[in-house]
């Protein structure tokens, strides 16, 4: 990996990550088509720069990670534990199957940015989500973070999409999507270290740290806009995104 390779890939990690399309695939398309890289070394790329990505999500949102360890805040710790039980649930039988292969990902993000859309116009007329961090939403949100073992489906984007189905407003949807990212991607990083080794060389540990700042910038400025906009107009706009996205 040169020096324009490494910045261009951080950069693009760090961008995607929190967006609803796989930033994975996309770090992938863009090691091979532009860079010329092999599909290992493309691969090896794109889980390596989930570990700046992982450090942005980390700094941000250390203070909810304090209180969860100090058992401060219950009621997250319980959505969080539920959370990734139920990820493992879902992650660990279709991961199984879908190994290696790209699964159906046209038809979950149809299906997804069509739930969406329609949950926005049933609920134009509410102004305010009452979205609660408990075990059921935990679980449930959990289960669809377990679909995004399939390759192509993004882990944020349907995420995300379900806690907005369960009623969280677009501000808190965002915040408990990125935080669930932490340990679901802290253990992806052990396993891939453990089987297959990572290499920390310069240019490498250069776009890590790229991926680390413009992810923390992302995540500042996707919660700052989801702060500001109306609940139902976000789930149709998002909704829209993941169907536009689909045909990509």
């Known amino acids: 990996m040169d020096l324009i390779q490494a910045l261009f890939l951080g950069l ?5 990550e929190w967006l609803p399309i796989s930033s994975q695939g996309q770090v992938m398309v863009a090691a091979l088509s532009l860079f010329g890289v092999t599909a290992e070394e493309a691969f090896r790329h794109a889980i390596t720069l989930h570990i700046g ?6 700094v941000y949102f250390r203070k909810e990670l304090v209180e969860i360890v100090l058992l401060k805040d219950k009621p997250l ?17 279709i991961y199984l199957v879908f190994k290696g ?13 069509a739930a969406l859309i329609l949950i926005g116009i049933i609920q134009f007329k509410k102004k305010i989500a009452q ?10 949100t959990g289960l669809a973070q377990g679909i ?12 995300t999409a379900v806690l907005l189905m369960e009623d969280f407003d677009p501000e808190q949807a965002f915040r408990l999507s990125f935080l669930l990212s932490i340990p679901s991607v802290f253990a992806a990083e052990v396993v891939f270290a453990t089987i297959e080794g990572i290499s920390f060389e310069p240019n490498m540990l ?21 702060r ?3 609940f139902s107009i976000f789930c149709i706009v998002f909704g829209l995104a993941y169907i536009a996205l689909a045909f990509i």
């Open 12 to 16: 693009l990690q760090g961008v995607t």
């Open 53 to 58: 990505t992982l450090i942005a999500a980390t």
């Open 77 to 93: 710790l319980k959505f969080f534990l539920t959370a990734l039980i139920g990820s493992a649930i879902t992650a660990i039988p």
């Open 101 to 113: 292969v790209m699964g159906d990902t046209f038809l979950v993000m149809l299906l997804v940015g």
């Open 131 to 140: 979205g609660k961090e408990n075990v059921g939403h935990g679980f449930l």
């Open 148 to 159: 995004a073992v399939i390759p192509g489906i993004s882990r944020s984007g349907i995420t």
């Open 206 to 226: 250069i776009a890590i740290a790229v991926a680390a700042i413009v992810g923390y910038a992302s995540i500042d400025f996707l919660i700052n806009i989801a």
């Open 228 to 230: 500001k906009i109306n």
